[in-house]
């Protein structure tokens, strides 16, 4: 749900249409299928994610510091050596990592500038401060 609501606009819709506007310029959203997907923590939650991911058609790649090889044959995934190796393809990243020291602000300014391409979608269900919140909103800005 929240893909969708990210990808499709849908808290910018309804700000539009409380202010009484009704234009769809800006909402459309983009086709999911094809697109490649990043799954950061693959416990229960991040299978969950990784295979709806897949039901929508995305290339799945997977980073958990312990994978499960078997779950990434099922959907047809790959697990990357690296985290870092994940970022450049993504369209798409969803963390599912605990906060720890290794993990806070492991969406940095230094990712979102050098690492991650422009327009990603990123959604974190894990700890706020796994994503620099004042680096992404620097980004932002440009």
Not at 18 to 35: A, I, P, Q, V
Not at 81 to 96: G, N, Q, T, W, Y
Not at 131 to 136: G, K, M, P, R, S
Request: aromatic share 8%.
């Amino acid at each position: 749900a929240l893909l969708l609501s990210l990808n499709r606009r849908i808290h910018t819709a309804f700000l539009r249409v409380r202010f009484g506007n009704f234009t769809l310029r800006g909402l459309e959203g983009s086709d999911l299928h094809g697109l490649t997907c990043g799954v950061l923590g693959t416990g229960k939650i991040g299978q969950v994610f990784a295979t709806i991911a897949n039901g929508f058609g995305m290339k799945v790649i997977l980073w958990d510091k312990f994978p499960n090889q078997q779950f990434a044959d099922k959907i047809g995934a790959k697990y990357m050596a690296e985290m870092d190796d994940i970022f450049p393809h993504c369209d798409v990243i969803s963390l599912h990592v605990p906060l720890t020291k290794q993990t806070k602000h492991l969406i940095n300014k230094d990712r979102i500038d050098n690492k991650l391409k422009k327009g990603v979608l990123i959604i974190n269900t894990s700890r706020g401060p796994i994503v620099d919140a004042e680096a992404l909103c620097r980004s932002e800005e440009r």
